[in-house]
């Protein structure tokens, strides 16, 4: 179940919140794990068992080694939280290349499976199994690791359960620790201006995802569409800011939905992105980017490994195995591990060679950053190699064969798309925010929201386009 | 509500959303007051209506339940009887044993369990049942539409013209349901699959293209043509080289259900210098004069309505061109297959579907001014599926790939 549809907006968000009204403040977690559980299985019926199962067994072996006080059984869970999601992630992808690559493993698999993997079909990956890992792990660590302060007691399994299975955060983040909200878990308060503010911040969350993302990504579907064979360097950079901006808008837009409905249950969901395009460098990016992503990824990896205290050498390499998990945390596609490489040697390279300059000179840093984005996006969102490499090639203008989608085509999509393109500048930069910041309490700011909510819901109405990028995850 | 507020605080957007849920119940209320039975029809057909994604980068209204209530009201006013169609389309009643005759030749359908094409006089009823059960009957209209066996079948009063065509290769002939077939085209049967779908039926048919002397000619031939259609003719507007001259009325989700209803379509820029301008198509061919018009549509009608319907539509556009322009050569397209992943991931957007409508736009084909044309052969594997490597989404070709339907297009020219 998607937030961006009829069926949350209208069906399950106004029954849910009006159980969760009527309960008391205490049994409120209870309504939220088995809410959550619902939304999960609409979604996922038979894979909302291997949420349990994880749940279960995470949260045994948590109190079991809370009790005994051994540490290496927190280490035991983590590793098999990982391992199933590696499973499920990797399992398909690595088995489909040693088959493709020849390997003659083929009788190990299944009936069926084996045909499937050998035509490059992914198996179908549980519903956000990446996010609910990642949280599962954080909670492990966290919880788990430290020594408990004198006369503290272990977090109950509805605590803990609510929070990993919270619906605003559990298909596509922000992945949350739970110190964040220890303290409202126990009595969540409903109340008026936490249902206002945060239906505001729902609201914006769908108008980015409905009105923005959504439309212009037709307009990167379009250029592939066309195909890789003859497209003009013009248009291939058209699309690909069109899908800069998509993916955008998209996660943006999504993650404050996610806050939104955190809010209106009483919960403070941390932000999850914080004006990402205005980044003067990738350093920069990286901390305005899927923020709760780049944070799990140093608390729970890099510093674990060392993080930058160990010595040069060892920096890099804790870089470089971080950027690599980051890249396919992302997707199971040897695009996503060049596109979390690549960003490995663009830090790398900031952190040593050019980053003082970059600060000293923003215009500098702003236009390197505005340039290779488009060209990181169209790595991670192009997975097949040959298309990629032809794209690519068309971005440099060394297109395949004559330019067949060349000017007229790129004419009539600017006409077509020119407003909307206008429309998501203007949302991208920190205005939006900053109008946010000063007159959020305004009521021409509630009517302009109300009013976006309104037509979103009337795009969603009409069947238009309503993919989610960041779903497969 | 735990006093979290402080005085003076009012909550406009709380306020806001409460007025449109008691605004929105208070419609829903209205309409059941006022008009029941269309708003318990809207109820259902809208539970069962598909989720109707942009695939083709098109903007695509849910008229279903509009296109069925539509239907359900010119029936009922007699206006939808496929007999009253014209004096010069008549029924041929004993087509059924042409239809037997086509599947013993075929050899593979044993007598008891056949469905093939049961080819006798329209049944009213068949349309009434077609146009009116909408998304509500699914199982039971698959039932009807079921076509029985050609048991009982009349002898025919005349030869077969040649195999695979109708009962005397000339005439138009009708389905059960309704369906216009056309008497010029050879249909090739095969085993249908019992379906349960409101917007189409398997007929075990595949129409071939008209059979005709065509003449191989250059890119001037289309200097003087009407390019009428969906997102796909916009890629030949795009890929041809013929847009300098020809006129293109083509648009993203072009179909002929939205034209029945009054909708212009865009007459696509000559240069690529902008995004053209909406015309009224009729309006349009009063105008202006051409030599040849092609028309390419179905892809965005595979939801509205049913085939019989989309026929009925398709057959109004094409009387409105041979009336507009009656020297004009008139070129009806095929609809490309769908690929194999693609196909079926949308309720309605599958082969059979894309199949039924050709066989519908066939049957207005009469090989003197009207000639059917189809290019799937040129584009899918032996299964019917669109080739997977000329092919982003499953629906639309590669602009490297649109030179090969052009070319096809100059292999398959009527010069008179």
């Given at each position: 179940m998607l937030f961006s549809g009829l069926d949350f907006i209208f069906r399950f968000l106004p029954v849910f919140l009006i159980v969760y009204r009527l309960v008391p403040a205490r049994a409120r977690k209870g309504v939220l794990f088995v809410g959550s559980l619902v939304f999960y299985a609409l979604g996922e019926p038979v894979y909302v068992l291997l949420l349990l199962a994880e749940l279960v067994i995470g949260y045994a072996l948590y109190r079991i080694s809370s009790h005994t006080r051994k540490k290496w059984i927190m280490g035991l869970a983590i590793v098999l939280e990982v391992a199933v999601l590696a499973f499920f992630k990797f399992g398909a992808f690595l088995s489909g290349e040693v088959l493709r690559l020849g390997g003659g493993a083929g009788w190990i698999f299944p009936e069926g499976m084996a045909d499937a993997l050998a035509k490059g079909q992914e198996i179908a990956l549980p519903l956000g199994i990446s996010f609910y890992t990642f949280q599962l792990i954080a909670f492990l660590s966290d919880e788990g690791m430290r020594e408990p302060s004198p006369g503290e007691r272990p977090v109950s399994f509805g605590s803990f359960a609510a929070y990993?299975?919270?619906?605003?955060?559990?298909?596509?983040?922000?992945?949350?620790?739970?110190?964040?909200?220890?303290?409202?878990?126990?009595?969540?308060?409903?109340?008026?201006?936490?249902?206002?503010?945060?239906g505001k911040i729902f609201a914006a969350g769908l108008a980015y995802k409905v009105l923005l993302a959504n439309p212009v990504g037709t307009l990167f579907r379009s250029v592939?569409?066309?195909?890789?064979?003859?497209?003009?360097?013009?248009?291939?950079?058209?699309g690909a800011i069109a899908y800069t901006f998509q993916i955008y808008f998209d996660f943006y837009g999504y993650s404050l939905m996610a806050i939104g409905l955190g809010k209106m249950l009483g919960f403070s969901l941390p932000e999850n992105f914080r004006e990402p395009y205005s980044a003067r460098s990738f350093t920069q990016f990286w901390r305005r980017w899927h923020i709760t992503l780049g944070r799990w990824f140093r608390e729970y990896v890099y510093?674990?490994?060392?993080?930058?205290?160990?010595?040069?050498?060892?920096?890099?390499?804790?870089?470089?195995?971080?950027?690599a998990l980051t890249g396919i945390w992302h997707g199971a596609g040897w695009n996503?591990?060049?596109?979390?490489?690549?960003?490995?040697?663009?830090?790398?390279?900031?952190?040593?060679?050019?980053?003082?300059?970059?600060?000293?000179?923003?215009?500098?840093?702003?236009?390197?950053?505005?340039?290779?984005l488009p060209v990181t996006w169209v790595i991670f969102g192009i997975s097949d190699p040959g298309t990629l490499a032809g794209y690519l090639r068309s971005m440099v203008g060394l297109t395949q064969g004559p330019v067949l989608t060349g000017s007229e085509v790129f004419m009539r999509h600017l006409h077509t798309y020119g407003a909307l393109l206008?429309?998501?500048?203007?949302?991208?930069?920190?205005?939006?925010?900053?109008?946010?910041e000063r007159y959020r309490k305004k009521v021409w700011m509630s009517l302009l929201l109300f009013a976006a909510f309104l037509f979103a819901c009337y795009e969603l109405a009409i069947g238009s386009s309503n993919p989610f990028l960041y779903f497969r995850f | 509500m735990t006093g979290k507020k402080k005085p003076g605080e009012h909550f406009p957007f709380l306020i806001l959303c409460l007025l449109l849920s008691i605004g929105s119940l208070g419609i829903g209320i209205y309409h059941m007051v006022t008009a029941p039975d269309s708003a318990l029809t809207y109820l259902q057909s809208h539970a069962e209506r598909p989720f109707w994604t942009d695939l083709l980068g098109d903007r695509i209204p849910g008229a279903f339940p509009e296109a069925i209530a539509d239907a359900a009201q010119e029936t009922a006013e007699g206006r939808n009887d496929p007999?009253?169609?014209?004096?010069?389309?008549?029924?041929?009643?004993?087509?059924?044993?042409?239809?037997?005759?086509?599947?013993?030749?075929?050899?593979?359908?044993?007598?008891?369990?056949?469905?093939?094409?049961?080819?006798?006089?329209?049944?009213?009823?068949?349309?009434?049942?077609?146009?009116?059960?909408?998304?509500?009957?699914?199982?039971?209209?698959?039932?009807?539409?079921?076509?029985?066996?050609?048991?009982?079948?009349?002898?025919?009063?005349?030869?077969?013209?040649a195999e695979g065509y109708g009962p005397n290769g000339r005439d138009p002939y009708f389905t059960e349901d309704g369906l216009q077939l056309s008497g010029r085209i050879r249909y090739q049967t095969y085993e249908p699959a019992l379906t349960d779908s409101p917007y189409y039926t398997d007929r075990g048919l595949i129409a071939e293209s008209s059979e005709y002397a065509y003449e191989t000619v250059e890119d001037d031939y289309f200097a003087d043509a009407a390019f009428i259609g969906d997102s796909r003719m916009l890629g030949l507007h795009d890929y041809s080289g013929w847009m300098e001259n020809a006129d293109f009325y083509c648009e993203n989700g072009f179909s002929v259900f939205r034209w029945s209803k009054g909708d212009p379509v865009t007459l696509q820029s000559h240069e690529g210098k902008n995004a053209g301008t909406k015309v009224?198509?009729?309006?349009?061919?009063?105008?202006?004069?051409?030599?040849?018009?092609?028309?390419?549509?179905?892809?965005?009608?595979?939801?509205?309505g049913n085939t019989v319907l989309f026929q009925g539509w398709l057959r109004d556009l094409t009387d409105m061109l041979r009336e507009t322009q009656p020297d004009a050569v008139l070129y009806l397209l095929s609809n490309l297959h769908i690929s194999k992943e693609q196909d079926g991931v949308q309720p309605a957007m599958d082969n059979l579907n894309t199949n039924d409508k050709n066989v519908a736009i066939s049957g207005l084909a009469d090989g003197e001014n009207v000639f059917y044309l189809d290019a799937n052969p040129l584009f899918c594997d032996a299964d019917g599926y669109l080739l997977p490597d000329i092919t982003f989404d499953g629906y639309h070709l590669y602009a490297a790939d649109y030179s090969r339907w052009a070319d096809f297009l100059k292999e398959h020219a009527v010069v008179r």
């Open positions: 990993i299975t919270m619906f605003p955060q559990l298909v596509a983040g922000p992945i949350v620790q739970y110190r964040e909200v220890r303290e409202d878990m126990e009595a969540p308060a409903m109340t008026l201006r936490g249902l206002e503010e945060g592939l569409t066309a195909g890789v064979r003859g497209l003009g360097a013009e248009n291939a950079w058209l510093i674990p490994l060392g993080g930058s205290r160990a010595g040069k050498a060892r920096t890099i390499r804790n870089l470089l195995i971080v950027w996503f591990l060049l596109w979390g490489l690549l960003f490995f040697v663009l830090l790398v390279l900031e952190k040593n060679v050019y980053g003082r300059f970059l600060e000293k000179h923003a215009v500098a840093g702003h236009l390197y950053v505005l340039l290779l206008a429309a998501c500048l203007v949302c991208a930069t920190p205005l939006p925010a900053q109008l946010w | 007999a009253d169609a014209g004096d010069r389309l008549q029924p041929v009643a004993d087509a059924q044993t042409s239809a037997a005759g086509l599947s013993e030749d075929g050899g593979e359908t044993p007598s008891g369990s056949s469905e093939t094409g049961d080819l006798s006089a329209p049944g009213s009823e068949q349309a009434q049942d077609s146009a009116g059960a909408g998304a509500r009957e699914d199982e039971e209209n698959g039932a009807e539409g079921m076509q029985e066996t050609p048991g009982d079948a009349q002898d025919p009063t005349e030869e077969p013209a009224d198509l009729e309006t349009a061919m009063r105008e202006k004069h051409y030599g040849k018009i092609y028309l390419l549509a179905g892809m965005n009608d595979l939801g509205y």
